[in-house]
């Protein structure tokens, strides 16, 4: 059985990932619309995997005896300065959600919750994936500067990153 604390600190990561997939969907359309069609299906892919951490969350709040929350998101930016920028911003929450996981994990330890705990080391292990594969691209990007020949082979390149990304079971 959760603690109403617990409870409520899943709630608020259910939250987040919701939002994550919203933050990558808006991405993914940008990307799109300017024509860039590995960025967008990588950050399509992105956007579904963000939805899978929010879905294995729901399942694990509900089984254990409490109620997962379905709530109103905050809604993300929808253009970009550029394609660097948006890899920016990406790396940039990828940060901040890695923090919030940490956080999540010293709470599960305060209320003795090695159940959670245990579930939240998942989640930590796929942070330290997503970050990794955020500087990786920046560094690419980094590399291309404003070379258009460049960006056409990232674009192409960088749907061999999505293999990472393939639908994971929530109920796994
Ligand atoms: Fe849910 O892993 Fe990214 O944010």
């Known amino acids: 059985m959760l603690s109403k604390t617990i409870e409520a600190s899943l709630n608020s990561q259910v939250r987040i990932e919701a939002e994550s997939s919203q933050i990558y969907l808006a991405m993914a359309c940008w990307a799109e619309v300017k024509g860039l069609e590995g960025v967008a299906n990588f950050m399509y892919a992105q956007s ?25 998101l905050k809604a993300p930016n929808v253009t970009f300065g550029s394609f660097k920028e948006m890899f920016e911003k990406l790396l940039e929450h990828e940060i901040f959600v890695s923090q919030s996981i940490n956080e999540l994990v ?16 998942w989640y930590v292990a796929e942070q330290i994936e997503e970050e990794a594969v955020a500087r990786n691209i920046l560094d690419k990007i980094n590399m291309i500067g404003d070379d258009k020949g460049g960006l056409y082979l990232f674009d192409r390149d960088i749907q061999n990153l999505t293999v990472t990304t393939t639908a994971i079971d929530p109920n796994a």
Request: charged share 35%; proline share 0%; hydrophobic share 30%.
């Open 48 to 72: 579904d995997e963000e939805r899978e951490h929010m879905l294995k969350l729901i399942k694990f709040i509900n089984e254990r005896g409490g109620h997962a929350k379905v709530s109103e």
């Open 106 to 121: 010293h709470i599960s330890l305060e209320e003795r919750d090695y159940a959670t705990h245990n579930f939240l080391q």
